[in-house]
């Protein structure tokens, strides 16, 4: 919507390392090498006794100072094709859904991952991720205007796990939040005229793998090209 081609995008996303973020860079020196996964820096902070000093874990307005960087003061009513993104209000449960105002400071609310990053403060509202209720928002789409929707569905199907593998809360948090988000997304998928499902063999909190996790996108969305257009009516 903001109007970067496909090569910018990935351009950015090959030079952001979501550790430098993620995780302060004291601690990362510290480490010597940046840990790969959620799981991995906080079974090490806890280590450490330094666990969760604020409600999230990283420096609170340093995405945002990214985004800004890069979009400036950027509005969504002002771009060049329609925009929203959804957050969720912890103060009254509610979804947010920002289709005005500042491009940046929405989508950080909207990433806005609990125990991982900082919920945000705006307007009166404390906001997090959207997709903590809804992460798979057609409804959105259709109250812009849209009239077809494609789905990109990047869920595996919930495994079955042994019971070593839930063996601290940690692990327990993220087995809670993968089925959470499971379920909530099968109840909602089936709105969109056509669902793009993307096998991606990595962990949702694994940013170690992003050039790789953008060729798996291009190739599915290549392969389902001509099912895209028909569904679309292209």
């Known amino acids: 919507s903001y109007g970067f081609s496909p090569e910018k995008l990935k351009t950015i996303a090959d030079q952001l390392s979501f550790s430098e973020y993620l995780f302060p860079l004291p601690f990362s020196r510290v480490l010597k090498t940046r840990p790969k996964t959620l799981i991995d820096f906080l079974l090490i902070e806890a280590y450490k006794n330094r666990l969760i000093k604020k409600m999230g874990l990283n420096q609170p307005d340093k995405i945002e100072e990214f985004f800004q960087q890069l979009i400036g003061e950027a509005n969504i009513e002002d771009l060049p094709l329609p925009f929203a993104c959804n957050a969720v209000d912890l103060l009254t449960g509610q979804e947010i859904i920002f ?9 950080r609310a909207s990433m806005s991952l609990p125990f991982i990053f900082e919920p945000v403060n705006w307007n009166g509202h404390l906001l ?5 209720i809804n992460n798979a928002p057609v409804k959105i789409a259709w109250q812009l205007g849209a009239t077809k929707t494609v789905l990109v569905d990047i869920h595996r199907p919930l495994a079955i796990i042994p019971p070593e593998n ?13 089925t959470m988000s499971y ?20 962990d949702s909190l694994d940013f170690s793998q992003i050039a790789s996790i953008i060729e798996i ?14 569904a679309l009516h292209l």
């Not at 601290?168 to 993220?174: E, G, T």
């Not at 909530?184 to 063999?201: G, M, S, T, W």
């Open 99 to 107: 289709s005005k105002g500042n491009l940046a400071k929405a989508i």
């Open 128 to 132: 997090v991720d959207g997709g903590l």
């Open 166 to 178: 839930i063996s601290n809360i940690f692990q327990l948090l993220q087995r809670v939040m993968e």
């Open 183 to 202: 379920h909530l997304h099968q109840d909602k998928i089936e709105e969109a005229d056509y669902i793009l499902r993307v096998d991606v063999p990595y």
């Open 217 to 230: 996108g291009r190739k599915a969305a290549q392969k389902n090209l001509n099912q895209i257009k028909k």
